[in-house]
């Protein structure tokens, strides 16, 4: 539920005056609430009531904004879970937005994921049109064959469709697995571990280290930070004000 506040706050908050002179508004009759005239200091409007003062409505400006949280493992990334487990807004507090996470990481997989409450980057990002792409690092089981990179880069059948050509890098071979730097620009439901399963190799551990050309830099596993404007638009694809041809 939005939070009600009264109607004198909600229009300096608007911007349409300062509280006294909204006080003023209201008792000269200048200011209706869901098209009736108010002169009563008492009453509590939210974003969902229509304000009016002299007959203009007025709303409240939307901020937008945009947050990188280093997700831990053990955190479902959605705003609520039927299961009861943690969110990932369990971690971000203190911020007045309603955001949600921008795609999906597995309740298991850490790493990069973005919170907004600004749809349309949201959809920019997801939509499979323009997918933004996704770096991680997933460390596998046992030592893939060259031949099986080639079927992780070439791409691999999925529920009877063929994952899109993907970057697939060798990073490290350790004594029974192997690290592995995986960059696709798709976001089907478990895709990298049903990648690499599929090749023969479930994934022991899997990271996402970038979005696009965000990396995750140095925040912690549940540290949050908001991104700069220039963050913003390096992920939405603008370069120096102009959108890039790849959209990154
Ligand atoms: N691929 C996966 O398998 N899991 C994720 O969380 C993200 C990509």
Not at 1 to 15: D, F, N, V, W
Not at 85 to 98: A, I, P
Not at 155 to 161: F, H, R, T
Request: hydrophobic share 35%.
């Amino acid at each position: 539920m939005e939070e009600k506040i009264r109607l004198q706050k909600y229009i300096a908050q608007c911007g349409a005056a300062s509280r006294r002179r909204a006080e003023e508004m209201i008792k000269a009759g200048r200011v209706r609430v869901n098209g009736k005239t108010v002169t009563d200091m008492g009453i509590t409007v939210s974003g969902s009531d229509r304000v009016e003062v002299d007959g203009k409505p007025i709303k409240k400006e939307k901020k937008l904004v945009y947050i990188m949280l280093n997700k831990p493992a053990g955190y479902v990334s959605t705003v609520s879970d039927p299961q009861g487990r943690k969110t990932v807004l369990d971690l971000v507090k203190g911020v007045e937005e309603r955001i949600y996470p921008v795609g999906r990481l597995d309740y298991d997989t850490t790493g990069l994921l973005i919170l907004t409450n600004d749809g349309d980057f949201a959809y920019r990002c997801t939509h499979p049109g323009h997918e933004t792409r996704k770096t991680y690092i997933a460390e596998v089981k046992g030592l893939p064959s060259k031949s099986a990179l080639r079927r992780l880069r070439k791409g691999v059948v999925l529920d009877d469709m063929p994952t899109h050509p993907a970057e697939v890098e060798l990073v490290e071979i350790r004594e029974n697995s192997a690290v592995l730097k995986i960059i696709i620009h798709e976001g089907r439901k478990r895709q990298v571990r049903r990648m690499c399963e599929a090749v023969g190799h479930p994934v022991l551990d899997l990271k996402r280290i970038a979005i696009g050309k965000l990396s995750l830099g140095n925040l912690q596993p549940g540290e949050w930070r908001y991104m700069t404007q220039q963050e913003v638009e390096l992920v939405r694809g603008i370069k120096n004000g102009k959108p890039t041809e790849t959209g990154e």
